[in-house]
């Protein structure tokens, strides 16, 4: 099937002799745009990939129906337009959640703050083996929320050296988490 054709050409030659390669080719050519316009409209990218393969298969059953007053970009942008509007109206109608999705939601939420809490474990620990200055700064900083120069100005300290022992005492936990548990 010859690729190079205009949308408009290639249905009127191939719908009816070749509608799997005229699909394909067309799909090719739209499939991301659609996706976009799609994820623009329901913030949700599995969504908007549901709607994207409904809206291809909505237009390709349609197609006869195209009759090339606009061309053919314009019309399958406004079946997908309309079609995410409507399934976005409805959503809204029938506000509802499955026990599973709520469910799952519940446990990755709980596993979430779990990884949360170890993870504030381990930099803990990982604070634990820093010496006192290098603690104490780490701890103004981010504890405390002491800007660079306040930090610098209670301690006597240039504010390239505030910063060295802040990259260094970051890297150093870095280390030890690394070393707690490989990536």
Not at 39 to 60: P, W
Not at 102 to 116: D, G, M, T, V, Y
């Amino acid at each position: 099937m010859n690729a190079t054709l205009t949308d408009e050409e290639m249905i009127r030659q191939y719908l009816l002799s070749k509608p799997n390669q005229c699909f394909e080719i067309i799909y090719n050519r739209y499939v991301n745009k659609i996706y976009r316009r799609c994820l623009s409209m329901t913030k949700d990218s599995d969504k908007a990939e549901d709607f994207t393969h409904d809206i291809f298969l909505k237009a390709f059953d349609k197609l006869d129906a195209f009759q090339e007053r606009s061309s053919f970009s314009t019309w399958l942008h406004a079946i997908a337009y309309n079609y995410c509007s409507d399934q976005l109206r409805l959503s809204k109608r029938f506000n509802t959640i499955s026990i599973s999705a709520n469910l799952e939601q519940c446990i990755s939420e709980s596993q979430e703050a779990r990884r949360h809490e170890e993870t504030l474990q381990l930099v803990k620990q990982g604070l634990n083996t820093l010496s006192a200055n290098e603690r104490t700064v780490l701890d103004l900083k981010y504890e405390g929320g002491m800007s660079i120069e306040e930090i610098a100005k209670l301690h006597n300290l240039k504010l390239s050296a505030v910063k060295m022992r802040l990259k260094r005492g970051r890297e150093k936990v870095y280390q030890f988490c690394l070393q707690q548990y490989p990536i």
